[in-house]
């Protein structure tokens, strides 16, 4: 079955680490996005691709970076700068960048920091 | 204010009452979504709507663009249904081309035996 896998679902992270978490999705889908989500909010958008070897920034791009050199791959990497790293991170796609079509979401990632 | 507000935060029923969880929002929307996430994390997209009224199982989903409102409706609740569950708007205006959901910060349903 077609869907999106994260990986890993727990990830601990020291002070000062980067850390890079995994995206895939092998439904073929144009578009692929990040989001952050913390305790009673909304979901935030990271950063966003609309197509291979393009992404841009989304609300809360700051401390995060991404690459799209695959179209089935969008990892996203949290670097030192990010100053509240702790979330849980979810990975989504779809078809393509218009809005008449629905996001298909992965399980998720829960970052913690040791 | 958020552009997305969703009532009531927490919800407890027992098995078997109707539900409904409202969502309210502020801007200008091409399209609705109400998304499903489980204890574990993941989210399943239910519905998403632009008009009317839209029904799937146990579930049905209405807007009012009028009144910018849309309700999600389950009859017959049942212990599995505990989940979050999620409203989301895309917005008329496309950013950069790209779509852009804002989200609610969800509704959290315990259903009980």
């Known amino acids: 079955d077609g869907g999106i896998t994260q990986s890993p679902k727990y990830l601990f992270r020291k002070e000062g680490q980067n850390v890079t978490l995994s995206c895939e999705q092998n439904?073929?889908?144009?578009?692929m996005y990040w989001y952050r989500q913390d305790p009673g909010q909304g979901l935030r958008l990271i950063y966003y691709?609309?197509?291979?070897?393009?992404?841009q920034k989304g609300d809360i791009a700051e401390g995060y970076s991404v690459s799209r050199e695959k179209k089935e791959s969008f990892p996203l990497t949290v670097t030192s700068a990010q100053k509240n790293p702790t979330a849980f991170y979810l990975c989504?796609?779809?078809?393509?960048?218009?809005?008449?079509?629905?996001?298909?979401f992965g399980d998720g990632t829960r970052l913690s920091i040791l | 204010k958020n552009e997305v507000e969703q009532s009531p935060q927490n919800l407890t029923a027992q098995e078997g009452e109707f539900i409904t969880i409202n969502c309210s929002y502020s801007v200008g929307i091409s399209a609705l979504h109400w998304l499903q996430q489980h204890p574990g994390g993941g989210i399943v997209s239910l519905f998403m709507?632009?008009?009317g009224k839209k029904k799937h199982g146990r579930l049905i989903a209405t807007i009012n663009i009028q009144e910018k409102h849309s309700s999600l409706h389950i009859t017959a609740s049942h212990p599995r249904d505990s989940a979050v569950y999620i409203c989301a708007v895309t917005g008329r205006y496309i950013i950069q081309g790209a779509q852009k959901l804002v989200f609610g910060q969800g509704t959290r349903l315990t259903i009980n035996p």
């Open positions: 709507l632009s008009s």
């Open positions: 439904l073929n889908h144009d578009a």
């Open positions: 691709s609309q197509i291979v070897n393009d992404f």
């Open positions: 989504a796609s779809s078809i393509d960048q218009s809005s008449n079509q629905p996001q298909h």
